[in-house]
């Protein structure tokens, strides 16, 4: 059974950090691109960042592209992503992907086979 679990949102002020993991099972996680999405209230998904199998990375929104930092453990199967000098813009459940080998140049989550059931990031002003 392929599981995506992501511990770790939570209340944080604005300009804090906040590190999220998603810890998975059941499928080759090394062999995996990983990626992470967020979704605010009445918005759709967005792409944050993705790792590919080589840990080739990319970010996709310029705004978060110095702030953002993601990696993985593959001993431990989790995919982590760190968030510094938050803002209350970034606000949204943050989701983990599994897919493909490699990151797509355009995050789509129609490339990730299994996807977590999010966790909700607040940053307060």
């Known amino acids: 059974q392929v599981q995506l679990v992501e511990p770790g949102g939570g209340l944080v002020q604005q300009g804090g950090s906040l590190r999220l993991a998603c810890t998975t099972s059941?499928?080759?996680?090394?062999?995996?691109?990983m990626g992470w999405f967020r979704q605010a209230p009445g918005k759709g998904r967005e792409g944050v960042s993705c790792?590919?199998?080589?840990?080739?990375?990319?970010h996709y929104p310029d705004s978060v592209k110095a702030r953002f930092t993601i990696s993985r453990d593959k001993a431990k199967s989790t995919v982590y992503i760190e968030m510094n000098t938050l803002k209350p813009e970034v606000s949204a459940d943050y989701f983990c992907?599994?897919?493909?080998?490699?990151?797509?140049?355009?995050?789509?989550?129609?490339?990730?086979?299994?996807w977590g059931q999010g966790t909700q990031v607040t940053v307060s002003s």
């Open positions: 992907e599994a897919g493909p080998t490699a990151c797509p140049l355009v995050p789509d989550t129609a490339w990730y086979d299994y």
């Open positions: 059941g499928f080759t996680f090394e062999i995996y691109a």
């Open positions: 790792i590919s199998h080589s840990n080739d990375t990319s």
